[in-house]
């Protein structure tokens, strides 16, 4: 029997939630599907990530996250109103009121991959505490087209400013969008990157990220530059 929990928060950094996989030696067919309880998740979770400070799981206990699993992300009318009414709550401005930062920087939280996994210092796959987390955009999205990979989960948002201009209205949904999806969707794959417990980036980061994919300096709403390649091959 292969039971699975959808996680919809940012384990290990990346732009769609995880999937827990149990896997128990029981070959008896009626038992597929059988739903697992969040005691057994959370052993489960504990034995297979060691952490130091036992606060890192307190991201699988929220309110949220309770309900989307155990409605296997369909929660009812009622269930995803109140999701979206307590998600939206959770949403806060930078400290300068601007929902739109510095491109520049966000290109850098794009790419960028550390923070968010679970383990213990010195570890090859833990996390320093000493530096700023990113986003990982990428695992899930192609956003620059100069970048080198990307994966598929999520739309394609090349071209996003370009496509969409720079009006307020389209600055604010996107900078609320990256802040908590679920603020959008109840049980989006998206993870909360402003919001929720130990949230992934700050307000600030939001905006700079806001700022990449609108602004129209930005690679991401530019044509793809030739490498030193495909300028020779030219």
Known sequence: MINQIRISGYLLAACASLTVT?????????????SVSDAEFMQAVKESFLTENPNDFKRFQDPTLTTCNQTQDQPSPKQASEILQRERSSIQLPKNGQYMGDWKQGKIWVEGAHGGRIGFPGFADADHPSKPNGANCYACHAVDPNFPQNGNMGPSLTNYGK????????????????YNA???????????????????????????????????????????QETVAEAAHH
């Open 22 to 34: 149990m896997a128990h030696a029981v070959d008896d067919s009626k038992d597929r599907g059988k």
């Open 182 to 224: 679920k603020s959008f969707v109840p049980c989006s794959l998206m993870p909360r990157y402003g919001a929720g417990e130990g949230h992934l980036l700050t307000a600030e980061q939001v905006a700079d990220i806001t700022a990449f994919l609108l602004h129209p300096d930005s690679p991401v709403n530019n044509p793809k």
């Open 163 to 178: 496509l969409r201009g720079q009006g307020a209205a389209i600055v604010k949904y996107t900078y609320e969008k990256i």
